[in-house]
């Protein structure tokens, strides 16, 4: 059953949850520190919109739109992680900046690159983007499908695969406060851990994508015309 709101006076948030075992009350409080936490993580600064492109059986695409909603440019730190089934192409990586030509990833430079190994690791693709004020940047690279054991499949193997959300953290102010140092910087890391201190992360839909799907129905026909 879903949540009933019995009471909201005080600051205090009162839930009645009703499972099949009996009613349960929850007392949820909202303190005046974590209203001020909210209220500053309210302002939009920057989004991200992610696509999977090119629904072929051999070759995929991801178009990545990463727009500034400020008046002033931003940069941002990009995050990915891709499985081992599907390794990017890096050498087709390309950007797409506001009233300018296409620039390759290798030579923006600014980016480290973790291949995947198969049936292991995922790949990372770490980079820096620097967004112009109010406009939106481009960038988008292809992948190849790698063929699966067929044990690997999910339960719906029609269905595809899910690719995880990328990341992006604005660190146009962290370079300096949060010492930024390249792109071996990570929160997790860090010395400096409080919340003041700490970039504003955004994370990207997820995409699902399908690979070569072998006939699964071929086993239960052999077994219905051998039986």
């Known amino acids: 059953a879903h949540p009933r709101v019995l009471n909201s006076l005080g600051g205090d948030l009162i839930l009645q949850i009703a499972p099949s075992f009996g009613a349960l009350s929850l007392k949820l409080s909202l303190t005046p520190e974590h209203v001020d936490l909210i209220g500053e993580l309210r302002p939009k600064t920057v989004t991200i919109n992610r696509f999977s492109l090119i629904p072929g059986e051999e070759r995929g695409q991801i178009l990545v739109e990463l727009r500034n909603h400020l008046d002033s440019p931003i940069s941002i730190r990009y995050l990915e992680f891709m499985p081992w089934y ?3 192409l890096i050498h087709t990586g390309t950007f ?6 296409p620039v ?4 923006h430079g600014k980016f480290k690159y973790l291949p995947s190994t198969d049936h292991g690791r995922l790949s990372v ?3 820096y983007v620097d967004i112009p004020a109010s406009s939106i940047v481009a960038f988008s690279y292809k992948f190849t499908k790698s063929f699966v054991i067929w044990t690997e499949h999910p339960p719906d193997a029609h269905r595809g695969f899910d690719v995880p959300a990328a990341l992006i953290i604005d660190v146009t102010t962290n370079r300096t406060k949060n010492v930024v140092e390249g792109l071996n910087w990570s929160p997790f890391t860090s010395s400096k851990t409080g919340l003041d201190d700490l970039p504003n992360g955004v994370y990207s839909e997820t995409l699902l994508v399908s690979l070569p799907t072998p006939d699964f129905s071929m086993p239960f ?5 051998t039986s």
């Open 86 to 88: 599907l390794p990017p």
């Open 96 to 101: 797409h900046f506001p009233n300018s030509l």
């Open 104 to 107: 390759s990833l290798l030579q």
């Open 125 to 127: 693709l770490d980079m």
């Open 221 to 225: 026909n052999v077994i219905t015309f």
